[in-house]
């Protein structure tokens, strides 16, 4: 059976990328270098003055937005309970308490809507890059900002990164949202004053409707999930604060010492951006694989096919619907899937009920609150640890098979964290 026969007969299954290939940390890839990454969080830098005044919540961190390296040790006890222990460490990334937006996608929609907001005020003369930005946080700003309009397409959490500090700077915001959208984040947006419209369709028709209302008007900027270089390199900021996470919890990565992350996969750009700043820090060390629901395996299915953007998941009968909202994409993007078209190491798909499986065992073994498709990087941990073929494939063929027992292992737990008790 073929990967392509399993993702038509909804079956989970693992992809292993014959393109991968080894990186140098340091290197280019499609002419982006580590300079991309590095501007990108030069520009949160600047910003974090601003931040820790506008979202208080982040002022312990001085308006540095980030979240937590959690050791799963709970989880783990219950992997060796049943019998398939992990070799090595277990943790999760856990993006559900990144603060602002309650997911992974607060580093990329925070950085465009900052990189947008900046770019204005500079052209305009107000703001210098060696000013103490929490000068941005005064009515006479938030008026120079109500001149243009921030737009957006978004399945939900992506909507609640951008259109949450959109507002805050004083951008007017419109969220495009798919019918998949959960209620509760309709009515979170709503609530800050973000216009949300709501679509009868798919992700991909929110987005083309917001593009095209955003043409229309020549004061509003459009943020393109399936081609944003801006979220991307947000996006891929993740792992310099990882790689200090890491040290501070005693982990090496290296070639004796692999590092395994597990992310979960909508259009792409959260785990292409995150697979970007990690292979550009830790090179053939660390090993990425991209978690997708069977019924949305957009990326999988453009990899898989070598026709990335070019193909949807409908093109193969499937149907994009699914309970992992975060995920419910059908057409990956095709600048996430040239990035990391030698990057990768695999992709994999997971049922919703296993997804949900799996967060209700988070919850329960280490107390950690996460949505259902922020849970479906835990496929992957099973995975490995039962032995599946694939993954066994995967471990012999880099020569890892001697080095599993020093492994660590990232689940990135995506999002969640604004998530009401009763949903
Ligand atoms: C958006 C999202 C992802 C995946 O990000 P993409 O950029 O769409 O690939 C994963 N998990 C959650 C919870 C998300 O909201």
Known sequence: MSVMD???????????????????????????????????????????????????????????IESELVPLTGYEEKCR???????????????????VAGSVKARGGIHEVLKIAESLAQKAGLLMPTDNYAVLDTEEFRRFFGEYTIRVGSTGNLGISIGRTAARIGFRAVVYMSSDAKQWKKDLLRGEGVRVEESDGDYTQAVARGRAESDADDHSFFIDDERSEDLFFGYSTAALRVKIQLLKAGVTADKTHPLFLYLPCGVGGAPGGITFGFKELFGDAVHCFFAEPVEAPCYLLGMASGKHGDICVEDIGLTGRTALDGLAVTRPSGFVCAMTETLVSGAFTVTDAKAEMYRREVAETDGIRLEPSACAGFEGVRGIMAGDPAWNEYIERNGLSDYMDRAAHIVWGTGGGLMPMDS
């Not at 007969?9 to 693992?14: F, I, L």
């Not at 019998?83 to 603060?99: E, I, Q, S, W």
């Open 6 to 64: 399993d993702l038509k007969m909804r079956k989970e299954t693992v992809w292993l990328n014959p393109d991968l290939q080894s990186f140098a940390p340091g290197s280019s890839v499609n002419g982006y270098s580590y300079a991309y990454m590095k501007a990108a969080q030069n520009r949160f830098v600047r910003f974090m003055p601003y931040i820790a005044k506008v979202f208080p919540e982040t002022a312990g961190r001085k308006g540095n």
């Open 81 to 99: 309970r049943l019998g398939t222990p992990v070799r090595g460490r277990l943790f999760l990334k856990d993006d559900a308490r990144l603060p």
